[in-house]
């Protein structure tokens, strides 16, 4: 080339075409009949947000903690800057003196899983609970300090869900003392292990425990895989990462085989259960339910977290339609300093039923999860006296609810994007690699649809045991009276004479009461009378998780703010507005489900979809402010769409601008793929002309 090809393509210094985004979302905020900080006062604590701002400072100012680049890299990038990020953010919370909470906000903010992500969240918390004082030494204190990296080896290539179908070994050998880990099949190959694949050089390893001839089915050891000199894989493992997958790129996922690996007595985890030395004796676990507790912990934080993924899309999606303009409403045209502008499409009617729904479930979804740390506190007290009497609904509604609410999530991530219209199928809306990244909840802690039938069974043995009897009111078991009311008035009907008697709250949870009770009883007959099979119920099996589920979340945020006393009237109605929304969007939703259980008929149903649309109505105006209340900044976002600053077309070319791609003027593989068509058309033209 006779040029300078290192040219950066920039645009021209030019302003969008007025108003200007900032402008449009300061007139939207001026709607807002709240006060913003109030609410997010109410859902984070003061005490938070200042932390979040604090620790935000030092993550902005940071190089490894920069997002700039974030969506250009390929995948060998994304894996040594997420290590870069791990090994920063060790050192920058020593520097700044940070506490446990800012270390998660730190995560939190960067929102971005890494190579040592399942250190922290399942290697630690695990020799936190499975270990006795001898093996906290050896392992825990190494693992706080980063001596050793871990990860957690569960899942296999062929079993995933069917845990007790894992085929990795653990047998035991009293002669040394040892248990020797094997993969007897390809299948036995542990796949999917976060951090597993370059970063680890430990792994807690589920493997069926076998001693003296006996199967006692999966345990957990933990075991050493690479060398802690240089890193190198054991001798008599086999371990990688397992490539390139629809998201999540930036964790090493990976696949270990043992061969006929030994590893020393102290590395079965004995905190519940212990294989005597020598003999090899095994001591079962005192209380198989004490693990269930766990289990609802993380069931819960899922819960929660699912808040802050609404709450991610919301922002973006709800910004960008204020800002965006297209069209002009002949009925109700919009006006601008008195002239007619295009319309932000977060004033049509579509749009709104799009995306309010989901803005009014980012909070129903913050109710039930701080309900659901509640009560697993209290449900820990009660076990520690003995009283396993809450336990049971518990592990039962955090299963249903981990299922119902991450499938919400996902739904309305990709809801959120569509309705960004092209622009959201832009990596620099924030929304397309947020969905890549966010897809795998729907499957880890329980696939959502195999969870629904632990929810199931336990909601017909409820059934039974109040037919029968032998249930036990309480205040905490929803399930037991919204069960005995349906049985008291089994063809009750809905009292609804015109749209706005669906805005009682009562009314609502009798109707979503009656609605799961019905499916109940109906799956029962099948089952108990007809003598149909599991497997043909499981359709109907995962409804009425769903309908359980539903009914926690409407309940959660509706009594919630009757017995609240922290806010004020103007917060308290806006979110009584948004809770009645929720409840008769997903009634709407449900709505085949209402009329069959004869609770609700075809007026009725006119009458509801009416109020939907009148709902839609009075929270448009709140719109910008409630995803304002998330508090989430621009540096989380990440998105040129859900600016704060509405900026979002000076945003999306400034991004533009750093695509490798326009760093040059002319492309690599100009001179082979392009030219030579190039030339030789010129040189027929020329030869053409010649002739002539």
């Known amino acids: 080339m006779t040029f300078d090809n290192n040219v950066a393509t920039k645009f021209p210094a030019l302003a969008p075409k007025g108003p200007s985004g900032e402008l449009l979302l300061a007139t939207e905020r001026a709607k807002g009949t709240f006060n913003v900080q109030e609410l997010s006062k109410f859902m984070y604590t003061e005490e938070w947000l200042t932390k979040m701002n604090k620790v935000l400072e030092v993550m902005e100012s940071e190089p490894a903690f920069d997002k700039t680049d974030r969506y250009f890299m390929s995948r060998k990038d994304k894996i040594s800057t997420s290590l870069w990020k791990d090994k920063r953010l060790i050192e920058v919370a020593k520097e700044q003196k940070w506490d446990q909470t800012d270390v998660q906000i730190a995560n939190f903010l960067f929102d971005q899983s890494t190579p040592f992500t399942l250190h922290y969240n399942m290697f630690i918390p695990t020799l936190r609970n499975q270990t006795t004082d001898e093996q906290k030494k050896l392992f825990l204190e190494p693992a706080l300090q980063h001596k050793i990296i871990g990860c957690y080896a569960q899942t296999e290539l062929g079993h995933g869900s069917n845990v007790q179908g894992l085929e990795t070994t653990a047998t035991y050998i009293p002669e040394t003392n040892e248990f020797e880990i094997h993969s007897p099949t390809l299948t036995a190959s542990k796949w999917w292990i976060g951090g597993l694949g370059k970063a680890a050089n430990h792994a807690i390893v589920m493997a069926r425990l076998i001693t003296d001839g006996k199967d006692y089915g999966p345990h957990p050891f933990c075991v050493q895989i690479r060398s802690l000199e240089d890193h190198t894989p054991l001798p008599g493992i086999t371990v990688g990462d397992i490539g390139p997958k629809f998201g999540f790129n930036t964790v090493d996922n990976g696949f270990i085989m043992f061969d006929h690996y030994r590893i020393p007595h102290v590395s079965f985890l004995a905190k519940y259960s212990q ?332 009458m509801l979809k009416q109020i939907v649309i009148e709902l839609l109505e009075q929270v448009r105006p709140e719109a910008v402010s409630l995803v304002d209340s998330f508090a989430l900044p621009d540096y989380f976002l990440h998105s040129a769409l859900g600016r704060y600053d509405g900026k979002v077309y000076e945003s999306m070319t400034n991004m533009v601008e750093r695509e490798p791609l326009n760093h040059t003027l002319v492309v690599d593989g100009y001179e082979t793929c392009i030219e030579p068509f190039v030339k030789a058309g010129k040189k027929s033209e020329t030869s053409q002309s010649a002739k002539l």
Request: glycine share 6%; with cysteine.
């Open 275 to 606: 294989v005597q030395p020598g003999t090899g004796v095994y001591n079962k676990p005192p209380n198989a339910k004490l693990s269930y507790g766990t289990m609802v912990f993380v069931r819960a934080n899922i819960v929660m977290g699912v808040r802050y993924a609404l709450a991610k899309a919301t922002t973006v999606a709800i910004r960008y339609s204020a800002v965006r303009q297209q069209f002009v409403d002949a009925a109700n045209p919009k006006k601008w300093n008195n002239q007619v502008i295009e319309t932000p499409v977060l004033d049509y009617t579509m749009q709104q039923y799009r995306l309010l729904p989901h803005v009014a479930a980012a909070y129903a979804c913050f109710f039930t999860g701080r309900e659901m740390i509640r009560l697993y506190n209290l449900n820990q007290e009660e076990m520690q006296k003995g009283n396993f009497g809450l336990l049971a609904d518990l592990h039962a509604s955090s299963s249903g609810l981990k299922s119902l609410t991450t499938t919400m999530a996902i739904d309305a991530i990709e809801d959120c994007r569509r309705a960004c219209g092209g622009h959201g199928y832009s990596m620099f809306s924030g929304l397309g690699m947020f969905y890549q990244d966010y897809l795998p909840n729907v499957t880890w802690e329980g696939d959502n649809y195999i969870l629904t039938q632990q929810t199931a069974r336990y909601l017909l043995k409820t059934f039974r045991n109040v037919l029968s009897g032998k249930a036990e009111p309480s205040e905490h078991n929803h399930t037991v009276t919204y069960l005995t009311q349906y049985l008291q008035n089994p063809k009750a009907t809905c009292p609804v004479t015109a749209p706005s008697d669906f805005l009682n709250p009562e009314l609502i949870l009798s109707a979503f009461g009656f609605r799961i009770a019905y499916g109940i009883a109906q799956v029962a007959e099948q089952i108990d009378r007809h003598g149909r099979s599991w497997n043909s119920m499981l359709v109907e099996i995962n409804r009425i998780s769903r309908a359980h589920c539903q009914f926690m979340l409407v309940r959660n945020f509706i009594v919630t703010l009757q017995t609240d006393d922290q806010l004020s009237s103007p917060v308290k109605k806006v979110l009584r507005t948004l809770a009645s929304l929720f409840a008769l969007h997903t009634m709407e939703k449900e709505l085949a489900e209402f009329l069959v259980s004869g609770y609700l008929n075809s007026e009725q149903s006119a």
